[in-house]
């Protein structure tokens, strides 16, 4: 069975601070891909970024990085600098061979000016 | 933007009732999703069809089918709607395979 963990129900910090997000999953199989999402006050549901298990390599991009650790099962996210514009919910998710995803619970993230 | 459209945005009907959530995907994706977004309950897999198949299907209640048509776009029909269905549906669209899901902008059911 597949699951995904985000401990942290809400994130509040002020602009400039940096926040990590922390996603824990479990999966049995040895290929699979994860995910983060975005969903602003707005309603719509971002996209992030994917991960396929094989590929452990980090990335930054702009304010926005991953650290994928396979050893500990964990996929997290940081936002660098936060701004009032990533006021959010953050939804880390999983997948495998049958491509539907699988949602952590989501992690309310409020950034104050 | 996504690419992914759904129509209504927001829909109000009463209990008993039957309603239809229309998603057309983004141009060239041949994968289409439904999801729900619910308080107790989350996000949550419902069904998935590819070119015009079913594919997987998930917590999907009996009184809820969808089908996707031959030019891509899908339905999703809810029957004997109850208090409990108000809910928040998504629909996703991807090019196929592990690639990643857009997300349309939901459609926000609300059954009294």
């Known amino acids: 069975a597949q699951k995904v963990t985000q401990a942290q129900t809400e994130i509040s910090v002020v602009e400039k601070e940096d926040v990590t997000l922390d996603c824990v999953y479990e999966?049995?199989?040895?290929?699979?891909?994860l995910f983060w999402y975005k969903q602003p006050p707005s309603g719509e549901l971002v996209f992030l970024i994917r991960?396929?298990?094989?590929?452990?390599q980090n990335e930054i991009s702009g304010r926005y990085s991953w650290n994928f650790q396979k050893s500990t099962s964990s996929f997290n996210f940081t936002i660098t600098a936060s701004q009032v514009v990533d006021s959010a919910v953050y939804f880390c998710?999983?997948?495998?061979?049958?491509?539907?995803?699988?949602f952590g619970a989501g992690t309310t993230v409020t950034v104050r000016a | 933007d996504s690419g992914v459209t759904q129509t209504p945005k927001h829909l109000i009907t009463a209990t008993g009732q039957r309603v239809t959530l229309r998603c057309s995907p983004r141009?060239?994706?041949?994968?289409v999703y439904w999801y729900q977004q619910s308080l107790d309950q989350g996000l949550q897999f419902l069904i998935q069809y590819y070119n015009g198949e079913e594919r997987a299907k998930g917590n999907i209640l009996e009184r809820f089918s969808a089908q996707q048509f031959p030019d891509l776009h899908s339905e999703l029909n809810l029957s004997s709607l109850e208090l409990g269905d108000s809910a928040l549906y998504f629909c996703a669209s991807s090019g196929g395979g592990e690639n990643e899901q857009f997300f349309g902008p939901g459609t926000r059911l609300t059954v009294l």
């Open positions: 998710a999983l997948s495998f061979n049958d491509y539907k995803l699988s």
């Open positions: 141009s060239g994706d041949l994968s």
């Open positions: 991960r396929n298990s094989f590929d452990e």
């Open positions: 999966t049995r199989d040895t290929t699979y891909y």
